[in-house]
């Protein structure tokens, strides 16, 4: 769908085809608008922002400035969280999403796994704010704790007692600081705590890959979507880090690896 396309389905609340099916004209106050979003478009504002939503694993979802915005590239990384759940048939599968954003992984796990709950952590009050939005929308509020806090905080004070977790799963930001003002005019439109991974970019994968084998199961999942070229400096950090098995990469639609799986060997936790 073009950009026109998406502008003109979110302004008459249709379908891409009912635009050449079943067109019809666009009233003066529509016609305002449509030019304020052409407007705000060739701003560098992103498209999402301006239509109020984005498509994600099927689903729609709200989004704003508040949070970043679902790329299509983290589907693959909902559709390894989606295998390890068949995998693992847990009766009660609890999951962990660290940097929740606009909920749209925590979301499309409560959806599709019926045995699931999840907790969903995010710095930011704005964007569990969102989050709670599309929660709403998709009727899975039952399923699904929001906490707001630092998610270095939670890892680090997480209790031995507490129960753990079967899957980790986190898309968190690995942008190093220093090339944020080179990303393209519409990304940095969203929020740079979202983006910003520190000095390397690597900032966030430290405290995930160290914590993760106290916060899970033995036996449990770690899921992580990483940045070009990551891998290599990952690979190291599991390889340093003790508690981990079965490490595996996969690549995204452009050749890319851009997800990590691996098994917590942990002792210490129960199956």
């Known amino acids: 769908m073009t950009e026109e396309e998406l502008m003109l389905s979110s302004l008459l609340d249709c379908r891409r085809i009912d635009l050449y099916v079943d067109p019809k004209p666009l009233s003066l106050r529509q016609e ?47 559709e390894r969280v989606l295998t390890l759940a068949q995998q693992l048939r847990s009766p009660h599968l609890r999951i962990l999403d660290l940097g929740t954003g606009s909920g749209n992984i925590a979301i499309s796990l409560a959806k599709f796994i019926d045995s699931s709950s999840v907790t969903a952590i995010d710095i930011s009050p704005e964007a569990i704010e969102l989050a709670k939005m599309n929660v709403k929308n998709h009727s899975v509020a039952s399923k699904i704790n929001f906490i707001h806090t630092d998610m270095i905080e939670y890892l680090s004070h997480y209790r031995a007692e507490e129960e753990p977790f079967d899957i980790l799963v986190s898309n968190p930001p690995y942008i190093p600081c220093a090339q944020i003002h080179r990303l393209p005019k519409d990304v940095q439109c969203e929020p740079r705590i979202a983006l910003d991974g520190g000095e390397d970019g690597l900032h966030f994968y430290r405290s995930i890959i160290e914590r993760a084998p106290f916060i899970l199961k033995r036996g449990g999942y770690l899921v992580l979507e990483l940045g070009d070229g990551q891998k290599v400096v990952l690979e190291e950090l599991l390889a340093n880090s003790p508690g981990y098995q079965e490490i595996n990469f996969y690549k995204d639609y452009c050749g890319i690896d851009r997800v990590l799986v691996a098994k917590v060997t942990n002792e210490n936790q129960p199956n």
């Open 32 to 78: 305002k608008k449509l030019i304020q979003m052409q407007l705000r478009r060739r701003q560098g504002e992103p498209l999402q922002y301006i239509v109020g939503s984005v498509e994600f694993m099927g689903l729609n979802f709200v989004v704003d400035s508040r949070v970043l915005i679902p790329r299509p590239e983290t589907e693959i990384l909902l």
